[in-house]
């Protein structure tokens, strides 16, 4: 677990300036495993008003020699660089935090109890997740015990969210605003 998420990191670190470059902002990193046993480095974007397939592009162009050059990863591997789509992942602190108020799915790292969760985020802070789990009520996890994330949202709060607006309406956030 420590290993994969130092890995990462060198990899964030290394896509964010080139994303920046054009525009976009580095959503996530993920290596997972591939057909056929060849890993996958899936690169996900945005930018208000959405991500293109020429930014994907771009940034892909301008990825690939610094990954070489870096030799980061030891096997083989094919780089896809995409947009989010519907079910975002959240990585960072700041992506539980910005995205309070919506619902996410979360998969923890093997843990005693439930490893799954659907939750409504409430917030982040000091490395901890702040949740409201059904049947359980308000829950902190510690960032470092959640393995994947993503949000669930329904095709209204996708289309505010391609639009730079944050997705859940609410009394402190009016349309138009960000929290």
Do not use: W
């Not at 208000?48 to 980061?72: F, H, I, Q």
């Not at 975002?88 to 996410?104: I, N």
């Amino acid at each position: 677990m420590t290993h994969i998420r130092s890995l990462i990191d060198s990899l964030r670190a290394l896509a964010e300036p080139v994303a920046e470059r054009q525009g976009c902002e580095l959503v996530a990193i993920e290596l997972v495993g591939g057909p056929n046993g060849k890993r996958v480095l899936r690169v996900s974007l945005d930018k208000v008003g959405g991500a293109t397939v020429a930014d994907c592009a771009k940034v892909s162009r301008g990825l690939s020699p610094a990954l070489d050059a870096e030799d980061l990863i030891a096997s083989a591997y094919d780089l896809e660089v995409s947009t989010p789509g519907m079910e975002r992942p959240l990585q960072r602190e700041k992506d539980f935090a910005y995205f309070a108020g919506c619902e996410a799915r979360i998969k923890l790292y093997g843990m005693d109890g439930r490893r799954r969760l659907k939750a409504r985020l409430l917030g982040a802070a000091d490395g901890q997740v702040r949740v409201l789990v059904d049947e359980e009520g308000e829950r902190l996890i510690p960032l470092a015990d959640i393995e994947r994330a993503n949000l669930v949202l329904d095709l209204e709060q996708f289309a505010r969210l391609g639009q730079g607006l944050h997705p859940v309406v609410s009394a402190g956030n009016a349309v138009g605003e960000t929290p």
